[in-house]
């Protein structure tokens, strides 16, 4: 047995310290073989990251990078977690989404590892009549029920109390949320509700139903319309401020108030991003409730979903991947409920085995992957406690304007957080469109081959107000018009790879190009000749050594063959080429303008 010395053993005791100056040199080596000469932080800044929201990710954190002491768990800013004792007796609450619920399907949920139900009624859901039938065999002491009922959440709610009373629930028992949200339909639809209904349900549940939440802070809206991290907290710190106005109003006092609210969040694949913003949104809600006078009553209760932006309907196996990075983002920032959408969710409604893998995704991350023993992870990251701070003022600033602006009603009505939103979502639909921010199986790594997934079509959502937008929506177009000229001729709109050199000069590129125009759904064919192809346009891949030799007259005999139109793969000037793709070209300009040029409308 080895025996420490008293000092304890330290590895690094024989080696000098290294300096961040230190660090960055070496940084500048690395970036002089690439061509590129800068030095000291311009060699730091050079590998840096641009976020939305202003926010900038470096590569390299240090204890130096300071941020406000975030406090513990069950104390106030609430950072590292509402609840002292966190997830660690059971993980957090597995909610399952259902817009329609087949015979059985809400209890097979609940006996396979879901803990509470979000269910979608009225218009575009379960008729509120249909209720009873669907909790049919479900213990309601036991399952918190969560109602997604838009305009008839009034009606709703009466009919689950009307179910607690006929199957006689001890009202002390109930807990879930009967999902009032007036600002948040407002947002999907247009339609503005009365308020006083929802703060008659909120009374209610003050008084007879001590575990039942009235209200819903819903922020998918604005995610779903483009929003960045900072713009759906802010609109959610709004959202929550109205509603706590309105029910101090109608009687409640601010801890009851603040009590009957639940604040709903998207999960995206951007693991770090998710976290800190769970993590800031509870700090931003504490302060809140502090201003209010009642900052022990201040932990905000999350509820967090897997981002439907993020969902693809192309290659919709890869959702399963997103939802899982996804949903260990929610669990590690501390969300109290998480919905793990499943992987056909952008297709239709899901199937059986879609629920079940959505519903074992937090199983595995809960009870095989133990994420839930220890509370606030991520706590104590220099990266991530600066990146909650970065984000909790930006979206601090953003909640402050739309409050000098009248408040969350008033934005909504005025289309002034429509703009805001487009605007946001206009300058990331340019990243999507080249491929700065890709999407597997859409934008990167297609396949054209893939038999689709068919599902029964889903009951259309609420629209009228605030679009919904996805990231594969621009190449989802053009994957359609592929699909249509494949069931017009039998075939799909084809280019031929014209290969130049040995497989070292040109594999990266034909790659590259084979990738790029299948994101289009243009098939790509490597063998044979031109006239052999099928293809009416063609394009050049090789090294920029040998473009110099061979370009120009390979251009010109592909012509010779009846190519119609010449690209390269690369930059430069070349005889007979008639355009140029790249790493950074607006990869769905140049698919759209070639498939316009194959006659695929």
Avoid at 79 to 100: C, F, M, T
Avoid at 255 to 283: M, V, W
Wanted: aromatic residues 6%; contains cysteine.
């Amino acid at each position: 047995m080895t025996v420490l010395p008293d000092d304890g053993l330290s590895l690094a005791a024989e080696f000098p310290d290294a300096t961040q100056e230190q660090w960055q040199r070496l940084v500048e080596g690395v970036l002089r073989k690439s061509g590129r000469e800068v030095s000291g932080e311009a060699a730091e800044d050079a590998l840096s990251t641009t976020l939305e929201d202003g926010l900038r990710t470096r590569p390299l954190y240090t204890a130096h990078d300071s941020a406000p002491d975030p406090g513990l768990p069950g104390f106030a800013p609430y950072v590292r977690g509402g609840r002292p004792e966190g997830g660690i007796a059971g993980g957090w609450d597995v909610r399952q989404r259902h817009a329609a619920a087949p015979d059985g399907a809400l209890v097979t949920d609940l006996e396979n590892g879901v803990t509470s139900l979000w269910l979608l009624v009225g218009r575009g859901g379960i008729p509120v009549p249909g209720l009873a039938r669907a909790l049919d065999g479900v213990y309601l002491d036991l399952a918190p029920v969560v109602l997604d009922a838009g305009r008839d959440t009034e009606a709703a709610a009466a009919e689950l109390f009307r179910l607690y009373d006929e199957r006689g629930v001890d009202p002390k028992t109930v807990r879930g949320n009967l999902g009032a949200d007036p600002l948040g339909y407002e947002a999907r639809t247009g339609e503005a509700p009365a308020f006083a209904p929802v703060a008659a349900l909120a009374r209610r549940c003050v008084e007879e139903f001590p575990g039942l939440r009235a209200l819903t802070v819903d922020a998918l809206p604005y995610h779903e319309a483009g929003g960045s991290a900072a713009q759906e907290l802010g609109a959610s710190l709004a959202t929550g401020v109205a509603y706590l106005r309105e029910l101090t109003e109608a009687g409640l006092g601010v801890e009851q108030a603040l009590g009957q609210l639940e604040f709903r969040y998207a999960a995206s694949a951007d693991q770090f991003l998710t976290i800190a913003k769970l993590r800031a949104a509870r700090r931003l809600w504490a302060r809140v409730a502090e201003v209010s006078g009642a900052a022990d009553a201040g932990a905000q209760v999350q509820h967090a979903v897997t981002s439907p932006v993020m969902m693809s309907r192309r290659d919709p196996w890869v959702n399963m991947l997103r939802t899982t990075v996804a949903t260990l983002a929610a669990g590690v920032g501390g969300a109290d409920s998480v919905t793990v959408l499943p992987f056909d969710h952008a297709i239709g409604l899901p199937d059986a085995f879609a629920r079940r893998i959505a519903r074992n995704t937090s199983t595995i991350l809960v009870e095989e992957s133990h994420l839930a023993r220890v509370i606030d992870p991520a706590g104590g990251s220099w990266y991530v406690e600066r990146l909650t701070d970065e984000l909790a003022h930006a979206a601090w600033e953003f909640f402050r304007t739309v409050e000098r602006d009248g408040g969350q009603a008033a934005v909504l009505r005025s289309g002034r957080l429509r703009t805001d939103l487009a605007t946001t979502w206009a300058e990331r639909s340019k990243k999507l469109a080249k491929r700065r921010e890709p999407v597997t199986g859409v934008s990167e790594f297609p396949l054209l081959a893939e038999r689709p997934v068919e599902r029964e079509p889903a009951p259309e959502p609420p629209s009228g107000g605030l679009p919904r937008v996805r990231r594969d929506e621009a190449y989802e177009e053009l994957r359609a018009r592929s699909d249509a000229h494949l069931a017009a001729t039998g075939s799909r709109p084809r280019i031929y790879l014209a290969t130049l050199g040995p497989a070292a000069a040109y594999t990266a590129r034909a790659g590259f190009a084979a990738n790029l125009f299948q994101a289009g759904g243009i098939e790509p064919v490597a063998e044979g000749s031109f006239e052999e192809s099928g293809a009416t346009e063609a394009v050049l891949c090789s090294s920029d050594a040998l473009y110099a030799e061979q370009a120009a007259q390979t251009a010109e005999s592909l012509k010779a063959a009846g190519a119609r139109h010449v690209v390269l793969a690369g930059r430069g000037e070349f005889a007979g080429v008639d355009s140029y793709v790249f790493a950074g070209c607006d990869a769905v300009a140049v698919l759209s303008e070639t498939l316009d040029r194959m006659g695929v409308s």
